[in-house]
């Protein structure tokens, strides 16, 4: 309310008009809808505008209005005058109440109905209007206040219907064996038929007073929860946002379709939510958790708030068990361990969404459940990710949440929740699930448009000022429980996308620091070839050797410090024309490296063969060869192995440690293969 319309109020408040006055002066203004614009009207003189108001409005009210007209807050009268009444009524001790009925009540009933508002709001006298509903059956509907008591025969036939049909659906799908005779039924439909009148209770209502973009301003419910469920009257569901003194934000979960000013709103008492269940893997669903890849409906077996709290440092253990992505550049350089959080981060096609849908490839056979969740991606671009998981067999064992660059804002801003609402369900059976949202700089335009249109004031870029907290509570749920918590892990992979290349920006800075390591994509690196383009300097695993196995530990060796001299060396000597035999022989070694770490989309290298090149490439086992046949070579070496070298593969795959008699045996083959 502005400075003026708060005088306004104040000088009502000295003139202590009454409410009829006050009724008065709305009926003249609805009844006349062209009598604010004359009073606003600038070519209208002020003894015109004095007449009409001498004329039509009730005297007490004459001076107000005329202030009104001075002030220019004709337009505001509405809104002053509603928050005049609310001053009125509880000074008054009363309470505003309606009644919608099809029986007209006796005057015994009505009496009985006023003194039961009386007593459960504490109030000294009641207001009452009587509405003849006929679209209620039967029985009434009071609403007082924020509460709406149901007590009409439709919510009852309604409530009725869906318990039979719940019934009937559960004797359908149970065997045969545990089915209960007819009389079971009958039972079940008496026992409805008795409990029909007290099926209807108190619920707590509100009403729309601005409704648009996807976002409802909501009176009353002064109990509500942030993040809590909503229910609209035409079906759809929204969550609360934003807290007021005197309203509530609700961003809506649909269409607005056949939603007004005025439409009420009922409290669910539920957090918001997604159903989950062991039917999910395999499937694509929404937002919601409803299935979209049309393939039937998923059986909920739980229901997991999507907002929960993340587990404490008591209940969780060290990450020291790998995650492998078979990508030789990160499982040797940048490991991943089961509970980590390793940020994806670069520019546009850079090759960011491959590097998680090889992860997800790759833990086929290794016990991991994985999550995708896309987030503003285009519909085309999750069909062919869930067409290449499917190819690859991954889909069995993989969960797909999409909220499209088509989906309204509110499902963008919920869709990762929810995908690791479904994680966590898993991680509660103690499984090690994986998780990649894709992407959370799309997230957090979709929140700071929600944001917005909720009237939060923005700050830097526009953003909100807890769009750090936004990510941090999404991220803070990744973990390693221990053994008495059920002993799951829950492993992110967060995308960010970058604009040329700057990682110093305000969202990519803020989940840097979230993180535990990044793995930064460069598009000159990408368009020379180098793919995955990883940029060895700036990026980190802070989990580092904890996440790797012993075996590729020590036969990683120096391989970073290896490329780093490398880069050094090359820019150093780009313009020298004669360069000495060690110079010579590092840079060899370096274009060998990098050729060696290049790797083709979708395929994964198992553990042993990463261990086995390594150790060949540290030891000297590629000199010699042309960079154009080195992907042949090592082809045809891994060959050899798999054909002459079972017993070395068994052991490294089993102990996962490189000792000094099985470098030794590995040593004789790669020797054997040169001869």
């Known amino acids: 309310m502005r400075d003026s319309d708060r ?174 005779s007819s009389s079971d039924i009958i039972s079940v439909l008496k026992t409805e038929v008795r409990d029909f009148d007290v099926k209807s209770g108190a619920t707590e209502t509100g009403f729309i007073t601005r409704l648009g973009d996807g976002i409802a301003r909501v009176y009353g419910m002064n109990s509500v929860m942030y993040g809590e469920l909503v229910e609209f009257e035409t079906g759809i569901r929204g969550i609360v946002q934003n807290l007021e003194e005197k309203s ?69 253990k060290p990450v020291n068990v790998p995650l492998q992505t078979g990508i030789l550049a990160i499982d040797s350089m940048f490991p991943i361990g089961r509970g980590q959080r390793e940020l994806i981060i670069g520019d546009r096609q850079t090759g960011k969404t491959s590097i998680a849908v090889d992860t997800i490839i790759n833990q086929k056979d290794q016990d991991v459940i994985c999550i995708y969740v896309a987030i503003g991606q285009k519909s085309s671009t999750v069909a062919q ?57 799309k997230h957090a335009v979709a929140y700071r448009a929600m944001s917005l249109l909720l009237h939060r004031p923005p700050g830097r870029e526009a953003y909100p000022g807890d769009v750090f907290y936004l990510h941090s509570r999404l991220l803070e749920r990744s973990s390693r429980l221990d053994d008495e918590h059920g002993g799951g892990s829950l492993t992110a992979l967060p ?54 196995t012993k075996a590729m530990k020590k036969a990683s060796g120096n391989l970073r410090i290896d490329l780093a001299q490398f880069k050094e060396m090359e820019i150093f000597t780009q313009f020298s024309s004669e360069l000495d035999q060690s110079t010579t022989d590092l840079l060899n070694h370096g274009h060998m490296l990098t050729e060696l770490l290049k790797q083709p989309l979708y395929n994964p290298l198992p553990h042993y063969e990463q261990v086995i090149l390594l150790y060949a490439a540290q030891h000297d086992f590629f000199r010699g060869i042309p960079l154009n046949e080195l992907r042949e070579y090592r082809t045809d070496l ?29 040593e004789r083959i790669l020797t054997a293969f040169e001869e």
């Not at 889909?395 to 088509?406: I, L, N, P």
């Not at 793919?531 to 790797?548: F, H, I, K, M, T």
Request: hydrophobic share 40%; net charge negative; charged share 25%.
């Open 248 to 316: 509530v934000g609700v961003v809506l979960l649909g269409d607005d379709h056949g939603l007004t000013e005025g439409s009420s709103v009922i409290r669910t008492g539920k957090r918001a939510g997604i159903g989950v269940s062991d039917e999910l893997l395999g499937r694509v669903v929404d937002a919601l958790g409803a299935p979209i890849d049309g393939l039937g409906q998923i059986k909920p077996e739980d229901y997991f708030p999507i907002e929960r709290e993340a587990p404490g440092v008591i209940e969780r």
């Open 638 to 666: 891994m060959n050899y192995i798999r054909s002459y070298g079972q017993d070395i593969i068994s052991e490294i795959e089993e102990n996962k440690i490189l000792t000094d008699d099985l470098a030794e045996r590995i």
């Open 495 to 548: 995308i960010i996308e970058t604009l040329a290349g700057d990682i110093s920006a305000y969202i990519p800075t803020n989940v840097i620091s979230i993180t535990d390591g990044q793995i930064f994509l460069e598009s000159e690196l990408f368009n020379s070839g180098l793919r995955p383009a990883v940029n060895y300097g700036l990026s980190v695993s802070r989990v580092g050797g904890a996440a790797q």
């Open 7 to 180: 005088e306004l109020l104040k000088e009502l408040v000295r003139l202590d008009i009454s409410q009829a006055d006050c009724s008065e002066t709305r009926k003249v203004l609805e009844t006349c809808p062209d009598l604010a614009d004359t009073l606003s009207n600038p070519l209208v003189t002020h003894d015109e505008k004095r007449a009409v108001i001498c004329k039509l409005f009730p005297e007490d009210m004459q001076k107000f209005l005329f202030n009104a007209v001075r002030s220019g807050a004709v337009e505001h009268i509405g809104e002053i005058l509603d928050e005049y009444e609310d001053i009125l009524l509880d000074k008054q001790g009363s309470i505003k109440a309606v009644v919608r009925y099809v029986t007209p009540l006796t005057e015994a009933q009505q009496a009985d109905l006023r003194q039961f508002i009386m007593d459960r709001f504490v109030k000294e006298d009641v207001d009452i209007e009587y509405k003849h509903d006929p679209d209620i059956i039967g029985g009434f509907i009071l609403n007082a206040g924020d509460l709406e008591y149901d007590k009409s025969y439709r919510t009852g036939l309604r409530l009725m219907k869906d318990t039979l049909q719940t019934k009937a659906t559960e004797y359908v799908e149970a065997p045969k064996a545990s089915k209960g």
């Open 385 to 441: 990710i869930v067409n290449t998981l499917k190819k690859y067999g991954a889909m069995d064992y993989s969960v797909v949440v999409c909220a499209s660059a088509s989906d309204p804002s509110p499902f963008q801003y919920i869709a990762p929740y929810s995908g690791t609402a479904i994680a966590e369900y898993f991680m509660s059976k103690g499984k090690d699930v994986l998780i990649v949202y894709d992407d959370l700089s």
